[in-house]
């Protein structure tokens, strides 16, 4: 018997550590509840989390197989239930965070030669879309165009029953944890990811190149969350996308392509965790003014775009990719807030939050150094509401008090163009200077 451990794949479809541990024999499931991980979330990630290890479980039930749940350090708890059980081996999909290489070497040590690693959290796993002199790439365009040209594998079914298994009878199979999300959750699960893919590529995606941009969200496929914890296979999504074709389908996949270029940065530059891909940028001023910060969080700035984005992000968990990028440019290049601490209040918001693709977008939005954002592009925010709110239905919807008006509602806790014109003297001196 092999144990299959699940971690950001929390799904049964194009799994290639289970296709591949069912080969060998029947396999048991297991996901371990990691403090370090858990215990440095936010309750609405947690519960995210939960509700799709719970729904993980119920798909193996159905299939007559067992997930178990533990709890702790996964380099010691595994090799325990190997040991009680009398498991082979390990199969997982790898993942390639900094904490996540350091704890898969820790269960390497402890199990040598008994854990085998799969790709299946990306379409291209980190670290394998290169430069013809295999270097890295820090740019989009050219490794988008090499993403292109890779392999993509064949997506594997998901398995219609698993072997009989004996168990013994003691075994428990472990509590998963029912936490308070205090924002309404999506469904969970890989069938109801799946249902919201095949909506969207029926209803969305030709329009995807016009509507993607659209501040309230209704042009884009809000997969995200799914991805994030791998309930959804980006390879199966892409597969999808492209059998229908179109330039919608080019469109989707290429916003795909930027998750993977996200862990593809992650992996090289994990320095990224902790300052600016471009190191310059930490020579960015910063204020320290918690009320200013405080105004951001909430909501409160006074500006209806900003406004509107966050007080959408605190109640649903959710905002668009053209929010996000408001809400980001507008904390590092306007309000002058460091990135790090914005950053990370950010993905706790955000049921999708990820490493990965939370850092990529604040170090681009904010100018940091990933791809060749360039520093002097500041919004302009009014034209950001009149151009992607048409009607500023959406400003009103999550700030009645503008009245779907773009302009100031009360008096901001900025002068807009007195920060746009402070921010461009600071990026000019930070940038010839490096020159
Ligand atoms: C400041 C900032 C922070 C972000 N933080 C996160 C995060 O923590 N987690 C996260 O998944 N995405 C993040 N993104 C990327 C993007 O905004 C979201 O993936 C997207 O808005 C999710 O909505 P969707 O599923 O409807 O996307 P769609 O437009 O339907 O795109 C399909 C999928 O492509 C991927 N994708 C789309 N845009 C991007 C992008 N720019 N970078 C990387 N992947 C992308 C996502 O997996 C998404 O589900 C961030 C972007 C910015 C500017």
Redesign the pocket.
Known sequence: MHLVWHRADLRLHDHPALTAALQQGPVLGVVVLDPLILGATSPRRRAWFYANTQALRTAYAQRGGVLLVRTGSPWEVLPRLANELGAQGIFAVRNSTPYARFRDGQLEKALPGRIRWFGGQYVQEPGTVLKPDGAPYTVFTPYSKRWWQAEQGRVLPAPEHFPALSLPAEIAQGEIPLEEAGVPLPPAGEDSALRVLEG?LRDRLAA?PRA?DLLD?S??????????LGVLS?RL?VHQALQLGGEGAQK?VN??I?????GDLLYHHPRMLEAALDPRWEGLPQTDDPELYGAWLQGQTGIPVVDAGMRELQATG?????A??V???FAVKLALIYWRPA?RA??DL?L???????????Q???GLGVDAAPYFRVFNLTHQALTHDPGGVWLRKWVPESGGNPEPYKPPVLDLEAARRRYLEAAQRIAKGAR
């Open positions: 969207f995807y993607r969200g042009g884009v496929s809000r997969l995200s969350p799914y991805f994030t980006p999504a989707w916003e795909l930027w998750r993977d270029f996200s959710f905002v668009s990719n053209r996000r990028m809400l980001a440019q950053e950010f993905r955000l999708d939050g990820d490493n990965a693709s939370n850092l990529q977008g604040w681009w939005a904010g």
